[in-house]
T-cell receptor
């Protein structure tokens, strides 16, 4: 298993500003994922972040809007840039633990973002 | 797009078994069936997964039909704390997980 901590847990931001969300894992993991969950909706994958390489973005998400860093095997950040009210969502960090061969994901508690 | 279909919502009486169905008629031979749940205001939680055999752990049982085109998640004695959205996901190890809308299970006192 893995324990994932996200910061901030929630924030209220002004339109046009940017916010960086941090994800810290208590063990080294190869694959980290960032999801978005809009109000009342299911989860949508934003990107996959592997240490030592550029993040891979899903269709509809671009690096300029959601830059991601992955400096080591236990940490990642997601920045939501130039925010608009449509970016109001819960952003979730997830990891796939290496070596278990189960493919199961562990999630953080999410960062609830409200853009005014 | 999600490769599964689930009922939008279900109710279950507390203490009874909750049986949550999932259809995955296009599943391929090397794809697993995963179940997750998301309790309100929390991140999703892994429950169980299987390939073709039935599986059981401390949380639930997973029954997969012989043709693998459908499965059922069983919570043997549902409690109020099991009220959540349950997601059935078909995935091959190494692929990205695609979450559908899931089933909103309400456990009633």
């Amino acid at each position: 298993s893995a324990v994932i901590s996200q910061k901030p847990s929630r924030d209220i931001c002004q339109r046009g500003t940017s916010l960086t969300i941090q994800c810290q894992v208590d063990s080294q993991v190869t694959m980290m994922f960032w999801y978005r969950q809009q109000p009342g909706q299911s989860l949508t994958l934003i990107a996959t972040a592997n240490q030592g390489s550029e993040a891979t973005y899903e269709s509809g998400f671009v690096i300029d809007k959601f830059p991601i860093s992955r400096p080591n095997l236990t940490f990642s950040t997601l920045t939501v840039s130039n925010m608009s009210p449509e970016d109001s969502s819960i952003y979730l960090c997830s990891v796939e633990t290496s070596g278990t061969n189960t493919g199961e994901l562990f999630f953080g508690e999410g960062s609830r973002l409200t853009v005014l | 797009d999600a490769k599964t279909t689930q009922p939008t919502s279900m109710d279950c009486a507390e203490g009874r078994a909750a049986n949550l169905p999932c259809n995955h008629s296009t599943i391929s031979g090397n794809e697993y069936v995963y179940w997750y749940r998301q309790i309100h205001s929390q991140g999703p939680q892994y429950i169980i997964h299987g390939l073709k055999n039935n599986e059981t752990n401390e949380m639930a049982s997973l029954i997969i039909t012989e043709d693998r085109k459908s499965s059922t998640l069983i919570l043997p004695h549902a409690t109020l704390r099991d009220t959540a959205v349950y997601y059935c996901i078909v995935n091959n190890y190494g692929q990205n997980f695609v979450f559908g809308p899931g089933t909103r299970l309400s456990v009633l006192p």
